[in-house]
């Protein structure tokens, strides 16, 4: 494996077996053991388990907490991939790809969401909101045995999950399907039924030793711009949600989406799904366009225009029909407190572009109706620690400040684990709260052999605009998943390569009986000679120097 550094060879040290905290782990918004659940796959054939065992082992790993992988498969921006060791190697492992394998897998099994070890837990909750956050605390409340009833001001359960994203990219057969298994816990949902007209927040306090608030950024943001107020005018929310109610709207043959965030993206690119020409305007540059890279990329394949720099000023109409969009240039001045650059209007630059519709989908946030006396005026909700508000009622998601869905789903379940050892007089302790130390492994990607890595594959841009329902990312095969697991560096924890077995002169490294992942091999250092070779040969990291004396030396 090459000759040892001279200082290696020189220095005194000791090997110390010591699991760390991997990128992907720090990076998932939802505070996944990203590394636990692909080691389980990867390391199946070491640790004794079929394909199927090893495939229901990590899907149960990933729905500790969160119980969506076959929704957040397909629309999670995936950060945990950003800080991926293999990245510079050969590319990131596409986690988001397998974990939206395992949860279709899941779902064509009947697979069923395991409850929790559950005590004496009488105890009654009400959740605001069938969204992501409040899906997320219902399942968590409900899986330890509390009676959980859901509050949802619209006709099904989703929230932005349902009626913000087309189905194009998350289809709403899935997500009920996921819905459906947190509801099959004992879960009551009542449907129709908003805060203050049907139900009062007092009345929740009353019925309920807790209320979550898990209420979601539905009501888009307007323009304020002449010509706004009309027909023919959308918001981003309201004309997704429409769309995903079924209804027909008349958008004409050219239509302008305003906005450069994730919602103007979807908005965008359904549009374009009917036909229609698409005006992009962002008053910025891509480079800081907040939209997640792909679903840009997506949007320009599918004929979408993006005009950066561009700003409207007012819509015009004629007898109440919108004609055109106004425009004016921009210019980039100094970084505003996002640490964006502020755009500043070119002045004499404005021109008028034909619109028959527009789509304002600047930005987003909760519909406060019923709930206003909980924000204090505010635009969001000022909670404490894990969501708590005071008095039982607890929040999460859309109502604390945008985010994406992971980030929801891991607030609802923060809330809810310390409402249960609030309830309980349990020490709050996230049940994903790291995975070891917080040291950040290095690991030798030379020691990996190369492997291309299997991204989810797309559908053509014909037959997407040809069938504008149709799924465009699809799920990678069994192979493929299989394939991209092995991937997988095992950053910071033991996968039993036998490296340190092999070459340590002293035998101080013995095969244990019993295997999991991250524990293959005992550590004696009664014969360790503080070579370092054992270190320097462990391509996860797992195993760290730390200063000691040799043996012969520490008997003398």
């Avoid at 996968?495 to 092999?502: D, K, L, P, S």
């Amino acid at each position: 494996m090459g000759v040892l550094p001279t200082a290696l060879k020189q220095a005194l040290v000791q090997p110390e077996q010591l699991r760390k905290t991997p990128p992907c782990n720090a990076g998932c918004a939802g505070g996944g053991d990203v590394r636990g659940w692909i080691s389980l796959v990867a390391q199946r054939r070491k640790l004794g388990l079929s394909d199927a065992s090893a495939c229901t082992q990590a899907w149960n790993v990933i729905t500790e907490v969160n119980p969506f992988p076959a929704t957040l498969g397909r629309i999670c921006p995936h950060p945990c991939e950003d800080g991926c060791n293999r990245g510079d190697k050969d590319g990131a492992v596409s986690i988001n790809a397998l974990e939206r394998f395992l949860g279709d897998w899941a779902l064509q099994r009947g697979l069923k969401l395991a409850v929790a070890e559950r005590g004496n837990c009488s105890e009654s909750v009400g959740v605001i909101g069938a969204g992501p956050a409040g899906l997320s605390f219902a399942y968590q409340m409900a899986r330890r045995g509390y009676r959980v009833t859901i509050y949802e001001k619209q006709e099904r359960p989703g929230g932005m999950l349902y009626f913000g994203i087309p189905e194009y990219r998350l289809p709403g057969t899935v997500l009920a399907a996921e819905i459906e298994r947190i509801l099959a816990l004992g879960v009551e949902l009542r449907l129709n039924t908003a805060i203050g007209r049907d139900v009062t927040v007092q009345q929740l306090r009353d019925m309920h030793q807790v209320v979550f608030i898990g209420i979601g950024a539905g009501a888009g943001l307007k323009l304020g711009i002449p010509g706004e107020d009309g027909a023919g005018v959308w918001t981003g929310t309201e004309f997704l949600s429409q769309l995903n109610r079924g209804s027909k709207l008349e958008l004409g043959a050219n239509v302008v989406v305003v906005g450069g965030g994730n919602t103007a993206m979807d908005a965008a690119r359904a549009a374009r799904r009917t036909g229609a020409r698409v005006s992009m305007l962002y008053r910025r540059t891509r480079i800081e366009m907040p939209a997640i890279e792909t679903e840009i990329d997506d949007a320009l394949e599918e004929g979408v225009d993006i005009a950066y720099l561009t700003a409207p000023v007012a819509i015009l109409r004629e007898g109440g029909i919108v004609r055109s969009v106004r425009v004016q240039r921009m210019e980039l001045g100094e970084a505003d407190r996002s640490g964006r650059r502020k755009p500043v209007p070119v002045i004499g630059s404005e021109q008028d572009i034909p619109a028959s519709a527009v789509i304002a989908a600047v930005s987003q946030e909760p519909d406060w109706e019923g709930l206003g006396e909980l924000r204090d005026g505010k635009i969001w909700i000022h909670a404490g620690s894990n969501g708590a508000l005071g008095d039982g009622v607890w929040a999460g998601g859309d109502a604390l400040g945008l985010g994406i869905a992971g980030l929801a789903i891991s607030q609802g379940r923060k809330a809810a684990e310390a409402v249960h050892a609030k309830l309980r007089g349990l020490p709050t302790q996230s049940i994903s709260d790291g995975t070891g130390a917080a040291d950040e492994p290095t690991p030798k990607p030379e020691y990996y052999a190369a492997i291309p890595r299997s991204s989810s594959p797309y559908r053509d841009v014909s037959s997407r605009l040809a069938n504008p329902d149709l799924e465009v990312q699809q799920t990678i095969n069994a192979r493929a998943f299989f394939e991209e697991v092995s991937r997988c560096f095992s950053c910071g924890s033991c996968f039993g390569c036998e490296q340190c077995y092999m070459y340590c002169n002293g035998g101080g490294f013995s095969k244990l009986q019993e295997v999991a992942p991250g524990r293959y091999f005992s550590l004696s250092l009664d014969t360790c000679e503080s070579c370092g070779k054992c270190v320097e040969l462990c391509p996860c990291g797992y195993l760290s120097a730390r200063p000691g004396l040799r043996s012969n030396e520490a008997r003398t």
